[in-house]
């Protein structure tokens, strides 16, 4: 994970939150992952492990946690097309 330093600090730092509400993986997919990363795009993570309680409660604490816009996908809760293709074309970040 090299994006720029305020990135990868955001990146890391929800990390540590998602694993702090019980994440067992996080993967890092979309924009960071294929270049395309802007100023206007969100942070693209998915995860494993998490109840939908904490799911829910991540969507709306994580964005102001890490101060930056975030996709969040439940791979628990995901279609099988969805997780196939995060897992495929996205960055394990975490396996716990």
């Given at each position: 994970?090299?994006?720029?330093?305020k990135i990868d600090e955001k990146v890391k730092?929800?990390?540590?939150?998602?694993?702090?509400?019980?994440?067992?993986?996080?993967?890092?997919?979309?924009?960071?992952?294929?270049?395309?990363?802007?100023?206007?795009?969100?942070?693209?993570?998915?995860?494993?492990?998490?109840?939908?309680?904490?799911?829910?409660?991540?969507?709306?604490?994580?964005?102001?946690?890490?101060?930056?816009?975030?996709?969040?996908?439940?791979?628990?809760?995901?279609?099988?097309d969805i997780e196939k293709k995060i897992k495929?074309r996205g960055e394990k970040l975490i396996e716990?």
């Amino acid at each position: 994970m090299k994006f720029n330093k305020k990135i990868d600090e955001k990146v890391k730092k929800a990390i540590e939150y998602l694993k702090s509400i019980g994440c067992k993986e996080v993967f890092l997919f979309g924009s960071l992952v294929d270049g395309t990363f802007n100023e206007n795009s969100d942070i693209d993570l998915a995860v494993t492990g998490i109840s939908a309680r904490n799911y829910f409660k991540a969507l709306v604490e994580l964005p102001m946690f890490i101060d930056h816009k975030v996709d969040l996908v439940a791979l628990d809760f995901a279609s099988r097309d969805i997780e196939k293709k995060i897992k495929d074309r996205g960055e394990k970040l975490i396996e716990i």
